[in-house]
């Protein structure tokens, strides 16, 4: 059974990560921000093209939304960085990740010789 209350939590926690107030976000998904409200605290469900329009303006997919499949706890979500490199202008992009390729490189040599 659709748990709306999680799928609520889900959709507030990620508009909150993204920055977006409840009015800026409820404009991008074409919804009203009171609608928004009831979503997010769980009052009301959503239709199809409305979680099409939340997942689209939030950057997430909806089986993710819907608890479709289990979550990995102990996996990290990547969302944030894909958002933060799709607010990056093109023309940073590609230093962005030279940056974050060095920084994990730099990392994973470091446990190396911890382990050591």
Do not use: W
Not at 81 to 93: A, D, G, I, K, T
């Amino acid at each position: 059974m659709l748990d709306l209350y999680t799928m609520g939590e889900r959709i507030r926690q990620a508009r909150e990560d993204m920055g977006y107030t409840r009015e800026t976000f409820s404009e991008m998904a074409n919804i009203t921000p009171r609608f928004c409200y009831d979503i997010e605290s769980g009052k009301k469900g959503v239709s199809i093209d409305t979680l099409k329009n939340i997942c689209e303006a939030l950057n997430l997919s909806a089986d993710h939304l819907l608890d479709l499949k289990p979550l990995d706890t102990d996996a990290y979500d990547y969302t944030i960085f894909h958002v933060l490199m799709e607010q990056c202008p093109n023309s940073y992009r590609d230093g962005l990740y030279r940056v974050m390729s060095a920084y994990v490189q730099s990392v994973s040599e470091a446990l190396k010789k911890e382990g050591s």
